[in-house]
């Protein structure tokens, strides 16, 4: 049974325009939270927390933050040290470059890369279940999801710089990568909680323990 007493709680998902992020909005909203969709023409968001979300291109991502000054907002509202969540493609972009297409600079609000899974043993895209091994205590990710399933879907992986950032490792087929991070206020993950059916809910409803 979830808990539903956190309604006066507000978070902004920034659109990317990339896909379509409405399973995350509906997952927030079932879980009481009062949510806006951020896209353009804002100067500040107010939130208690914001998410970036996202399935694609990490290139035309930081494109379209950076012609909406998207990137700038962001920047601001890590300065307030408010809690900044990154889902998918939207954890890769906290960190300061991805090798996708070309190397391209991130928000470098994490220290580290984004880089192609690259082993023989795996089908690229990763799609499907797989488990997370967490390595330390979150209020959000708690020990009751270690070793459950979370739902993934992606082609790059995040190498962060300092291994004490790491929340939780994935092992597939013998390829190890880190599925997500936590420093501060800022918290990634390369799974998709609203789309892990109950564990996933769990850690959506977590999310008010940021504040």
């Known amino acids: 049974m979830l808990d539903y007493k956190n309604k006066k709680i507000s978070i902004s998902i920034i659109n990317l325009k990339l896909n379509n992020i409405y399973s995350i909005y509906n997952a927030l909203t079932e879980c009481g939270y009062k949510v806006k969709i951020i896209e353009d023409n804002v100067k500040k968001i107010s939130s208690d927390i914001m998410i970036i979300p996202g399935v694609g291109s990490f290139p035309k991502a930081m494109d379209y ?6 990137d700038k907002i962001i920047e601001e509202f890590n300065f307030s040290k408010k809690p900044i969540i990154g889902i998918c493609l939207g954890m890769q972009l906290l960190f300061e470059k991805s090798n996708e297409f070309s190397n391209c600079k991130g928000l470098s609000l994490l220290n580290g890369e984004v880089l192609k899974i690259k082993n023989k043993n795996l089908r690229v895209p990763n799609i499907g279940w797989s488990k997370i091994k967490l390595l330390k205590k979150s209020k959000v990710i708690k020990d ?3 070793n459950n399933f979370f739902y993934f879907v992606h082609s790059y992986h995040c190498k962060p ?4 950032n790491i929340l939780s ?3 597939l087929n013998k390829f190890k990568f880190c599925s997500s991070v936590q420093k501060n206020n800022l918290l990634g993950m390369q799974f998709h ?3 892990s059916g109950l564990e996933g ?4 409803n977590n999310f008010k323990n940021l504040i």
């Open 144 to 146: 009751n999801s270690n």
């Open 193 to 195: 909680p609203e789309k």
């Open 169 to 171: 490792l994935t092992n």
């Open 201 to 204: 809910l769990k850690i959506i």
């Open 161 to 164: 710089k300092n291994f004490s």
């Open 65 to 70: 933050l950076k012609k909406n000054s998207l």
